[in-house]
């Protein structure tokens, strides 16, 4: 069995002559929480459409498991919610998953409906219709009725949008609940990106349909930590000096800079420590990455 | 081999959408509606149709006493104040068609039979209208709501959804027949305290037909809806298409065709579904007969295709 669950191979869409995913090669991980990110318009959205068959590709394929996209089992084991829950606002909650487990042959009975709607924080919903739900309520309902056909594979799009901080924290901590209880792999999108930062274990940055970056939350991690960037000629004289101060936590980018990744509130003390051993300091400054500032970065090409 | 049959991605798919069609006010409303306007106008051909003859110096009460009194019916004892009887029955054509309309006011339906009441008061204008209300308003609240995504998200044979909406179009054609036939009986019941079921191979033939009609009809309104994804524009064509409004652009075709070609007798309008609804009665000729039969199959086949043609590639957007 492959480590990866989903993997695409220069997927492209093209609608009317204008590109809007490009030869996109993604590999998902089994297991793994996946975050896109990227502006809008960037292809995030036509891309999950495409993996989840609700548009067809220009080109290229994708493989679920080992099954070639143009069969339905590479769509039987996938849960998702793209853009806005698709809800029959006359009918309750009961009803439209109801209808979801017709259309996807899954048993479902009342049991596992209300289950299903406990799971998602709204067991006590009863018989009220969906167009008294609030945006949340809604959310949560797309959410659980990607979850009908118990699927390996969830495919949110911009789930926690329209939430306050109270329902982000609670889809958050069922989106983890599912990934680490029930092994779900999830794709997700969002504009959050400090929220998104929270949950995922793997990323990729889309942008004008391509994949500018793809990199795993270690690596992210590491891009985005604040920072002290030293520029400096006397690199071989700069190592033992701030091993011997007790920092461990650096890395050399090249033979003239250096980067440290702990006590970066204390630049000026270490500045003075490597002055007083008499190491030419070029320049020393401090960054303050977060993944909003890298991601920025990126699609501006920094 | 039946439980594979029973988990085919089709047969779900045709569960999906009668359970939703079930679950539909509109669905609902639309009966209770249907309902409300066969009582109008049973009253209207019966009660009112009745009433004239009474003005005319026979109570209805005297008729009845005179009905049993001579071991006779309404229909025989009424037949003298109408020498154009016959048409409504066994020997009327298309062209005595404004004959048979005359028959109203001559207390002729009071004693009809039930299939002769169903053909010829009923016609199939009633159900074929909220049947092109339903249809749009039931294919296009999948699109609006987006759930015809969570169906593309698990059948990759785009055409089934479609397909099955072909079929449940059937059920649903079925429904109202029976539900007009229901109504029939309760009118008539309800209004005459009496009902006649002689039943000939005419009649059967007309329900036959008639099924069969309905059925291209509902077939041309999922294919509008199908086909344009608009809810507005599907409603007001499937409305002016079954209450003939489109016969009139076509009438003036057909006038323009006649003028060129004086010595044709050709006639889009003759051809027209609605038109064929609007006219088909038990006992019409067998040539009306025919071209009914053909043109509803004809407008099956191609609202099939259509929609199956164009939506095979058409993403979801």
């Avoid at chain 1, 996807?104 to 299903?116: E, H, P, S």
Wanted: net charge neutral; with cysteine.
């Amino acid at each position: 069995m492959s480590d990866f669950l989903l993997t695409t191979e220069n997927l492209t869409k093209v609608y009317a002559k204008k590109v809007v995913v490009d030869n996109v090669n993604l590999h998902i991980k089994r297991g793994s929480i996946y975050g896109l990110i990227g502006r809008n318009g960037a292809g995030k959205t036509t891309f999950m459409k495409m993996i989840t068959g609700v548009i067809l590709q220009s080109s290229g394929t994708f493989n679920f498991e080992g099954f070639e996209c143009t069969t339905n089992e590479a769509l039987s084991h996938v849960g998702a919610l793209i853009e806005y829950p698709a809800l029959y606002p006359d009918l309750s909650a009961y009803d439209n998953i109801k209808l979801k487990a017709i259309a996807y042959g899954v048993d479902c009975d009342k049991k596992k409906i209300a289950a299903l709607l406990h799971k998602v924080g709204l067991g006590d919903v009863n018989d009220k219709k969906i167009r008294k739900y609030s945006y949340g309520m809604r959310q949560r309902l797309g959410i659980a009725m990607a979850l009908v056909s118990e699927p390996d594979f969830l495919v949110l799009d911009e789930p926690i949008n329209g939430l306050d901080p109270q329902g982000i924290a609670e889809v958050r901590e069922l989106l983890i609940k599912l990934n680490k209880e029930n092994g779900i792999t999830i794709l997700i999108s969002s504009h959050i990106l400090e929220e998104l930062a929270k949950l995922v274990t793997d990323y990729a940055i889309i942008e004008n349909g391509k994949i500018i970056e793809e990199s795993t939350r270690e690596e992210l991690q590491s891009k985005c930590t604040n920072r002290i960037t030293i520029l400096s000629s006397d690199m071989s004289k700069i190592l033992p000096v701030i091993e011997a101060a007790g920092i461990t936590k650096y890395s050399m980018t090249d033979n003239r800079t250096l980067e440290i990744f702990e006590r970066v509130d204390e630049a000026g003390e270490i500045n003075a420590l490597l002055v007083k051993q008499g190491i030419a300091v070029e320049s020393i400054s401090v960054t303050k990455k977060d993944l909003e500032t890298y991601f920025l970065d990126i699609i501006r090409g920094n | 081999m039946s439980k594979k049959w029973f988990n085919s991605d089709f047969n779900k798919l045709v569960r999906y959408d009668l359970f939703r069609m079930k679950r539909t006010k509109d669905f609902w409303n639309l009966f209770l509606i249907a309902f409300i306007l066969y009582l109008v106008c049973g009253y209207v051909f019966l009660k009112v149709d009745i009433s004239i003859v009474s003005k005319n110096g026979n109570s209805l009460n005297s008729l009845i006493e005179l009905e049993k009194k001579e071991n006779s019916t309404i229909e025989d004892l009424l037949r003298g104040y109408t020498e154009t009887y016959e048409y409504s029955t066994d020997i009327a054509s298309y062209s005595d068609y404004d004959k048979v309309k005359l028959l109203w006011g001559e207390g002729i339906y009071y004693n009809e039979s039930f299939a002769v009441f169903f053909s010829t008061c009923y016609r199939l204008t009633i159900h074929l209208l909220m049947i092109a209300i339903f249809i749009p308003l039931f294919v296009e609240n999948e699109y609006s709501v987006g759930f015809y995504k969570n169906l593309l998200n698990s059948i990759r044979r785009r055409y089934l959804p479609i397909l099955s909406k072909f079929v449940v179009g059937f059920i649903y054609s079925l429904i109202w027949h029976v539900f007009m036939g229901i109504c029939t009986i309760v009118v008539k019941l309800f209004y005459t305290g009496r009902i006649k079921w002689t039943m000939n191979k005419q009649c059967w033939i007309y329900f036959l037909v008639s099924f069969i009609i309905t059925y291209a009809f509902v077939c041309v309104c999922l294919a509008v809806s199908e086909i344009f994804h608009r809810k507005s524009i599907s409603l007001i064509f499937c409305i002016t298409f079954s209450l003939g409004l489109l016969s009139l652009p076509i009438s003036v075709v057909d006038t323009l065709i006649n003028s060129v070609y004086p010595n044709s007798d050709f006639r889009i309008t003759r051809y027209l579904l609605n038109e064929i609804a609007a006219k088909y009665y038990v006992g019409i000729i067998s040539e009306f007969v025919n071209r009914a039969v053909v043109v509803s199959i004809v407008c099956i086949v191609i609202s099939v295709a259509l929609s199956v043609i164009i939506n095979l590639r058409r993403d979801y957007r």
